[in-house]
């Protein structure tokens, strides 16, 4: 019952190189979202996937890139690594519409850029 | 816009002590109130909800009551225990704001032994 799975854990970067974070989902949900968290500052949503095919630009987009890559996968680029994009990344998932269905939380990767 | 306001931490508390982490929020429409907790490592869970106006959600023993007329949502406990300790998050969904979740910034929360 693995729910969602984001992979890598830890990644150290330098400024300017890029990676992806993968995201996989197993409940059979519609709607992803990724989020990065930084201290003080609660979770800020970054992209979101309402369905298969669409994504939409949360509250701060910029330097990211998402691809919805079929139900299960969201995938989250940095093309440019920057320091300030150092930060714990969230990746959720809801099967539900309207404003009661609860976010399932991956486990985080925490991303170090130098 | 609507936001969500908590109560800044660390929080720290001896066991079985009664424990209010307090959330007030600001909204356009009639939202839906959360609660999640985050344990060390792992990401978020929910922990409980209120999706109208004088609702009570509970769970594990925690219980926080939607009260409109004051725009909160405190979170109590009678009685915290040292697994309790994890970091707490008040969150709103908002239907005029297409339901996105406006979180709060989030309360560390400490019992000791």
């Known amino acids: 019952n693995a729910g969602v799975t984001q992979t890598p854990k830890f990644q150290v970067l330098k400024t300017g190189q890029s990676m992806t974070l993968q995201c996989a989902q197993d409940m059979n949900h519609n709607s992803m979202y990724w989020y990065r968290q930084d201290p003080g500052m609660g979770l800020r949503l970054i992209y979101y996937s309402a369905s298969e095919g669409t994504t939409d630009k949360g509250e701060v987009p910029n330097g990211y890139n998402v691809s919805r890559l079929n139900k299960r996968e969201f995938s989250l680029r940095l093309e440019s690594a920057a320091p300030s994009q150092t930060s714990v990344y969230f990746c959720a998932t809801t099967g539900g519409s309207g404003s009661h269905s609860p976010l399932h939380f991956g486990n985080g990767t925490r991303l170090t850029v130098t | 816009g609507d936001s969500v306001t908590q109560m800044e931490g660390p929080v720290t508390l001896s066991e079985e002590a009664f424990l209010t982490i307090n959330c007030t929020y600001t909204a356009t429409g009639y939202p839906s109130l959360f609660w999640y907790v985050q344990y060390p490592g792992e990401g978020l869970q929910l922990l409980l909800k209120?999706?109208?106006a004088d609702d009570k959600g509970s769970n594990k023993g925690f219980e926080a009551t939607y009260r409109k007329e004051t725009t909160s949502f405190h979170l109590e406990k009678g009685s915290v225990q040292v697994s309790d300790s994890a970091v707490y998050f008040c969150a709103l969904s908002d239907p005029d704001s297409n339901y996105q979740l406006i979180w709060g910034a989030g309360t560390k929360l400490i019992i000791k032994p």
């Open positions: 209120a999706t109208k």
